[in-house]
């Protein structure tokens, strides 16, 4: 039950807002969530930069971007709050995730693992083909099909293109700033003509591009949320400590310790963060493109848009989302906000009843918050980084692939120690000996799989092998050899039983002249 401080007492009104895809899977569920409770939120999941745009436009209550304002865009736009008050508040974490489609012998295959180097030359039109010896590496020696790939990224202005770019400008600049023409991020992903790079409008239209029937050999970038929601396979990405790894929550939360956040309260950048340390962080666990989303929150006294009752909607959503709200992160593809963070927010939040005293904020505090980072009495700790499994031995270079399931690492502390994840997913596969295959596993009971599985059954996962595989059906190629064959000879024969044909039907006209 979704509790709220006095909601009885509390007057409403409906509250609009725009802007990250990235987000928008947990904002809408934290917005049916407060539904029961008077409160009425719409949001436009339009991406970040039109979020911020529509927010300096006061088209819009709020905003959630995953950058802050730059001053100005790529194409030298002005991108500032046009001097509307407000204040970034994290409402958020999560991992840009790479999910992907290839298929071999008609089954997905779902254990793939890249390092970002070759993510991205993938995504700079470099590597063109999921056969590429750059991938066959990363996947210890297991190769995959000769198969077009077809990068998939955002056409519209995206927090989550400006998040993967931030990262290729500062870990790959030589691979990046090439392509791009010069260093930094950008909101606006440059596709190059010529190539078959894909552009599609939000997170969930590069989703459905990739999980669509002509969508084999593709990878996008998306908000992890939305390939779990879609149960579709992800990239494991190589951190600096040698382990591929998910954007799960426990690995979000821990990479997200090495984050820098802005800790002056005076500075118009307050509670943003520098995310350096968290692309490099050694720990095994880390996942490397994390980082959180903010709100931008209408602080002004005077702010043309708000009104007292507009102010508690707010203040009441906020309060739920920082706290209870953040207990569904996990479930939903997210992480938590650590302890340290949702104190800030509050902090934040606050000032909404400072331009409106009449706005009640009162028992509204963290230690009302039910939060699953929370270490009681020790704002610096964050109980889900620290409970966080290893991965498992398998997603160590030169091991592995884990097989089946993508050997996902155990989703709790207990089932580390067993070994086997509590998702309903098969345990991690032992690597395989050197020049064989791993052995594939049934997803559900983790016993080893029968050999004569149909080869058409796409509920299973193909397991990449040592040798080239044929990006089609099992016994296709001999079927259109002898097609071929037959074809050939036809060819061939056809001017020779043509001519026999006709001079015998020419001798039988003449006959029936006569």
Known sequence: MIVTANPAQAAYTQIEGSGSTWSQGIVSQWIADVDANGMKITYNGAGSSQGRKDFASNVTDFGITEIPY???????AVDTAGGREFAYMPIVAGGTAFTYQVLVGGKPVKDLRLSGDTIAKIFTNQITNWNDPAITKDNNGR?????????????????????????????????????????????????????KTISAAGS????????????????????YSYPVNKKYPVVKVLNKAGYFVEPTQYNVAVALTKAQINTDASSQAYLTSILDGVYTSTDPRAYPLSSYSYMLLPTGAKDQRMTTSKRQTLT????????????????????????????AGFDQ?????????????????????????FVAGDLSKNKLAEIAPQPPACDKVGAGPCGLE?????????????????????????????????????????????????????????????????????????????????????????????????????????????
């Open 349 to 373: 939040l606050k000032k909404l009843s400072v331009a409106d005293p009449a706005v009640d904020f009162k028992d509204r505090d963290v230690t009302k918050c039910n939060n699953p980072t």
């Open 143 to 195: 190769k995959l099909p000769s198969l077009t790939i077809v990068p998939v990224v955002r056409s519209d202005g995206s927090g989550t293109t400006a998040q993967f770019t931030a990262w290729l400008d500062k870990q790959f600049p030589s691979i990046w700033q090439p392509y791009f023409g010069k260093s930094g991020l950008t909101s606006y992903y440059p596709k190059k003509p010529g190539t």
């Open 316 to 343: 009441d959503f906020m309060f739920y989302s920082l706290c209870q709200g953040q207990s569904k992160a996990g479930p939903y593809g997210y992480s938590p906000l650590p302890l340290n963070l949702v104190q």
């Open 406 to 514: 993508t050997g996902k690492a155990p989703t709790t502390p207990e089932a580390a120690k067993n070994g086997k994840p509590t998702d309903g997913t098969a345990a991690p596969v032992a690597s395989a000996p050197s020049g064989a295959a791993p052995a594939a596993v049934d997803p559900e009971t983790g016993v080893a799989a029968p050999t004569t599985a149909d080869t058409t059954d796409t509920s299973q996962a193909a397991v990449a092998v040592p040798t080239e595989l044929v990006a089609g059906r099992a016994g296709d190629t001999k079927v259109f050899g002898a097609l071929a064959a037959l074809e050939l000879l036809a060819i061939i024969l056809a001017p020779g039983v043509g001519a026999v044909y006709f001079k015998r039907r020419a001798r039988r006209r003449q006959g029936a002249w006569s």
């Open 204 to 223: 969930d239209q590069v989703m459905n591009t990739i999980s669509s029937k002509q969508g084999n050999g593709s990878i996008g970038y998306v908000e």
């Open 70 to 76: 730059q001053g100005k865009d790529e194409y030298g």
